[in-house]
Each structure stands twice: as structure tokens, then as C-alpha cells.
């Protein structure tokens, strides 16, 4: 008599999995575009001494960064007690540090090149002979630009 008719199961009608290829793409994309991916491992210690008036540096494509201060506890038999510098992934020597340069130049854009910034994150308990080594070559390379890496702080404590 009627041609709408209850269906006598009364089931629930399956859920529809065809979206969810794209819900899951959607999520793997929107992590892999939110994720920053680490630059360096850090082979030395590096605590950082404290300043009261920083200023954060804005654009970080135009920074090259040397690290200074003793090696980590797992590699202080393979390069001993003394504060080393680390170039990129490496511990590496005062007179590496032309090539380090060099090398940073070359891969950056060439209207770059005059804005490059060189930043020192320097140990709180290194030499400052080792940190004057430091300057001279970088005086010697023309990277005249520096900024010192510090933790918001009071120099006091």
C-alpha cells in the first residue's frame, strides 16, 4: 500500500571510510610543514652566560654560528679536556674557521654576503683567548658583523 516501508532490521548504516585517506594526508602534511627539523647536533657543552639587555636576531638565513666550549663528556677522550670549536657538525680548529667561512658564503645568495652575520655562542666557562683566536680570524676574513648568543638573564647571578 505504501511505498515507504520500514526496513524490518533496523541496522545502522555502515560508516564511510573513503574520506579518510584524506584526513590522514592532511595531518602527515600539516606535521611535516609545522616540524622544524634540528640543524646541528651540539658536540660541546655551550651554557650560555646570562645579559640582562638582549635583542633577538630577526632573520636567521643570514646567520652562521660558532660554537665554543669543552666537549661533551662522551667525547673528551677522542678530543680531550680543552674548549674546541664546533663548525657546523665538527670540532674543528681556529684556522678552519676560513674555510667555514668560505663555504658559508658560497652557499648563501651574494647580496647576502654583506649582511652575513657571524653569531659566537660561546660556554659561559671558556677562555677568552680561545674567544680573541676567534675574532682575529674572523677580522682576517672581513666577517666583521658579530653577535654574541646570551640567555635573558641577570649578569649578577
Do not use: C, W
Request: glycine share 4%; no cysteine.
Amino acid at each position: 500500500m505504501s511505498r515507504f516501508k520500514k526496513k524490518a532490521t533496523g541496522d545502522v548504516p555502515a560508516i564511510s571510510t573513503a574520506s579518510l585517506p584524506d584526513i590522514v594526508f592532511m595531518l602527515l602534511f600539516f606535521f611535516m610543514v609545522s616540524t622544524v627539523m634540528k640543524d646541528e647536533d651540539l658536540l660541546i657543552q655551550n651554557s650560555l652566560p646570562k645579559a640582562d639587555q638582549i635583542t633577538k636576531l630577526e632573520k636567521k638565513d643570514r646567520v652562521m654560528f660558532i660554537f665554543a666550549g669543552k666537549p661533551h663528556e662522551k667525547y673528551r677522550k677522542q678530543y680531550g679536556e680543552g674548549a674546541r670549536i664546533q663548525l657546523n657538525d665538527r670540532l674543528s680548529e681556529v684556522t678552519d674557521i676560513k674555510n667555514f667561512i668560505l663555504a658559508e658564503r658560497a652557499a648563501r645568495d651574494p647580496e647576502l654576503e654583506k649582511v652575513l652575520t657571524t653569531s659566537l655562542k660561546i660556554d659561559k666557562d671558556a677562555k677568552m683567548g680561545l674567544v680573541g683566536e676567534i675574532k682575529q680570524e674572523l677580522r682576517k676574513m672581513d666577517a666583521l658583523k658579530i653577535n654574541y648568543t646570551t640567555t635573558k638573564g641577570s649578569v649578577i647571578d
